[in-house]
C-alpha cells in the first residue's frame, strides 16, 4: 500500500516555520496570508480575545462623545459617560437587535434608529414606546451588554475578553521602554480610515521592519535613516520594536527646544512599537502617528490612521503650520506604503512565489510570526 503524506494546515505550517532559530528565520508560509479559514481562524482566537485599539482617548473629550467599531463581528460603543470615564458597551438594541450608533459623534442618549428604545450613557434602558401592555417587560432588567474598555498611556484598548490581563500589566515594558516621552500627553490631531487590498499581516510587518525604508520611502523619509543605526533588540510575548536615531533632516521627529527634559540621543530617537495583534505606533519626540488594523478577509484590510503632536510642539507659535508639515508627509509615507504592501499581496497569491530568508533586521517579523502560532489552538 502506499503511503501519503498529509498536506499540513496552514497553523501547522507557521509552527513549523517558527520553529527554528531566528538566525536561520523565513518569511511566514504564503498560506497564512491566502488561506480564507486561516483569517476566520486569527478572527476566532486572536482578535476576538486580545486588546484591540479604539483610537486615542482625547478623541473623546466629554461626555456624549462616541465612537463605534466592529470587533470579530461584534458591534461595539465607546463612549464617554456622565462620570468623565470611558465605557464600552454592545452597539445592538436589546429589543429586535437593531444596531444603533454609526461612526464617530455626540448623543445625550442612545436611540435606536427602528423603534426609538433609548440607553443611558451607562448602557441602562431609559424608556421603550408602546411596552405597557407587555407583562414580561421590565425597563430595569435590560440594558447594553458591557465591553471591557481601559485607557492605557492614552490609548483607548477594547475587548471582548473578560480575562485578558489588563494592558497596564501585560504592556509594562512598553512604559519602561518610552515612559520618558509621556505617550499619554500627545494630542491627536488628525484620524481617519481607509481599506487597502492587503493581507492585515502585511501591512503590520511593514510597519514592524524598517529595512524597506530606503526603497520603498525613497521619496519622502528613506533619507532620515541609515541601515547600520537601526536597532531591532528582543520584543516580548505581548509587543515587538525597534528603534532609529534620526539625522536632522525632519525637524518634527526631535524634541522641541523648549524640551529641556530629554538628554543626548532621546531627542532623536523614532521608536516603532508594535502591539499585538494590531496596533502599531511611530513615537517620536515631536510627533506620533498609528495605524490600528481591521482584517476584512484574507486580502483586504481596514485601517485606523491617526496622529499629532507632543506638548511641546503643539505650543509653538507655528502648530498649525507644523500640523500640515506632518500631515502633509505621512500622507505620501502612506502612498509609498500602499503601493509596497499591495504588491507583496499580488506576490504572495502568484504561484512561482515563495518566501525567502530573513535580515537581522527583520526579527520584529519573526516574533510575531512566534506570537501568531502561539495564540493559535494545536490541531
Same mark, same amino acid.
Given at each position: ?21 531566528? !538566525? ?18 486569527? /478572527? ?29 463581528? !461584534? ?9 468623565? &470615564? ?25 436611540? =435606536? ?44 484598548? /477594547?475587548?471582548? +475578553? ?34 487597502? +487590498? ?16 530606503? /526603497? =520603498? ?41 523648549? +524640551? ?71 500622507? &505620501? ?6 503601493? =509596497? ?25 519573526? !516574533? ?12
Amino acid at each position: 500500500m502506499t503511503r501519503h503524506d498529509t498536506a499540513l494546515s496552514p497553523a501547522d505550517e507557521l509552527r513549523a516555520n517558527v520553529s527554528v532559530p531566528f !538566525e536561520r528565520a523565513h518569511a511566514m508560509p504564503k498560506s497564512v496570508y491566502t488561506s480564507s479559514d486561516f483569517a476566520a481562524e486569527e /478572527v476566532r482566537h486572536i482578535f476576538a480575545k486580545d486588546w484591540l485599539c479604539a483610537g486615542r482617548a482625547d478623541a473623546l473629550k466629554e461626555p456624549g462623545d462616541y465612537m463605534t467599531m466592529t470587533i470579530a463581528g !461584534e458591534p461595539v460603543i465607546i463612549l464617554r459617560d456622565t462620570d468623565g &470615564d470611558l465605557r464600552g458597551m454592545s452597539n445592538v438594541c436589546r429589543h429586535r437587535m437593531s444596531t444603533l450608533l454609526e461612526g464617530r459623534g455626540h448623543v445625550r442618549a442612545i436611540v =435606536c434608529p427602528y423603534h426609538a428604545w433609548t440607553y443611558n450613557l451607562d448602557g441602562s434602558l431609559r424608556g421603550a414606546p408602546a411596552m405597557a401592555a407587555n407583562e414580561a417587560f421590565c425597563r430595569e432588567a435590560i440594558a447594553l451588554p458591557a465591553v471591557r474598555v481601559e485607557n492605557w498611556l492614552g490609548w483607548i484598548m /477594547v475587548t471582548l +475578553n473578560a480575562d485578558a490581563p489588563s494592558p497596564a500589566v501585560a504592556l509594562a515594558d512598553v512604559e519602561k521602554l518610552v515612559g520618558h516621552l509621556d505617550m499619554g500627553g500627545y494630542v491627536e490631531t488628525f484620524r481617519e480610515t481607509f481599506r487597502w +487590498n492587503t493581507n492585515w499581516k502585511v501591512l503590520a510587518e511593514n510597519f514592524m521592519e524598517s529595512y524597506h525604508l530606503p /526603497v =520603498c520611502h525613497s521619496g519622502t523619509i528613506g533619507g532620515t535613516v541609515d541601515l547600520m543605526k537601526m536597532t531591532c533588540p528582543e520584543g516580548t510575548l505581548a509587543f515587538n520594536y525597534h528603534y532609529i536615531v534620526k539625522n536632522d533632516l525632519v525637524p518634527l521627529a526631535l524634541a522641541h527646544p523648549s +524640551n529641556t527634559k530629554l538628554q543626548g540621543d532621546d531627542r532623536r530617537i523614532t521608536w516603532l512599537l508594535a502591539i499585538y495583534p494590531a496596533l502599531m505606533i511611530t513615537l517620536t519626540p515631536g510627533y506620533f502617528w498609528y495605524l490600528s488594523l481591521t482584517p476584512q478577509g484574507p486580502d483586504q484590510v481596514d485601517v485606523l490612521f491617526g496622529g499629532g503632536m507632543s506638548l511641546e510642539w503643539m505650543a509653538d507659535p507655528a502648530a498649525e503650520a507644523n500640523l500640515a508639515s506632518v500631515k502633509a508627509l505621512l500622507d &505620501d509615507v502612506n502612498v509609498e506604503d500602499k503601493g =509596497c504592501v499591495e504588491k507583496v499581496y499580488r506576490g504572495l497569491v502568484a504561484g512561482l512565489s515563495q518566501p525567502g530568508p530573513l535580515s537581522h533586521l527583520e526579527r520584529p517579523n519573526f !516574533e510575531f510570526a512566534q506570537y501568531l502560532a502561539s495564540k493559535l489552538p494545536q490541531a
